[in-house]
């Protein structure tokens, strides 16, 4: 039986072996897989605000996507995962909030899922595919043995990307 590995929010996991790493709760956070193609090796993260740089003091760099990714990646990196190897899949961004007033809608499920890709564009890791947006919570599920990420939403059948 395969070890179960659970991301909180603003955190990230990393791992090297037959483990699943699972975030609950994806509302307009994301959560971000990134996984080596050859190994069992990956890791996710559960982020929860797209800059950092908007914030004079930072006291969780896993809250932010600029910062919590590329620490990720060097967590991967020293666990021997060549970047060259890395692949990404993500989750969430939704919009859990509807205003009447749109001027009060900042859409920070959106503006976290534009952070992530330009983040991941970066650092040169791909993204192979995405289950972003709409107005629902996830759960996101990344078996690193199968090399899977499953997306189960409320209500929805659960969605291999």
Not at 62 to 90: D, H, Q, T, Y
Not at 122 to 142: F, K, M
């Amino acid at each position: 039986m395969d070890k179960e590995i659970m991301v909180g929010i603003a955190d990230y996991k990393v791992a090297a072996g037959p483990y699943k790493i699972i975030t609950l709760g994806l509302g307009s956070c994301v959560g971000i897989c990134i996984y080596d193609i050859i190994s069992m090796a990956g890791g996710m993260a559960h982020i929860m605000l797209p800059d950092s740089t908007q914030f004079q003091e930072v006291t969780n760099a896993k809250k932010f996507a600029n910062l919590a990714i590329p620490e990720m990646v060097s967590e991967l990196e020293r666990l021997g995962v060549p970047k060259k190897n890395m692949v990404a899949k993500i989750a969430g961004g939704a919009s859990m909030f509807r205003f009447a007033d749109k001027s009060l809608n900042m859409d920070i499920g959106r503006r976290n899922v534009a952070s992530v890709h330009i983040t991941l564009k970066q650092l040169g890791i791909p993204v192979l595919a995405e289950d972003t947006g709409g107005h629902a919570g996830r759960t996101l599920i990344l078996d690193l043995k199968e090399k899977t990420v499953l997306v189960r939403m409320v209500g929805k059948e659960i969605k291999t990307l």
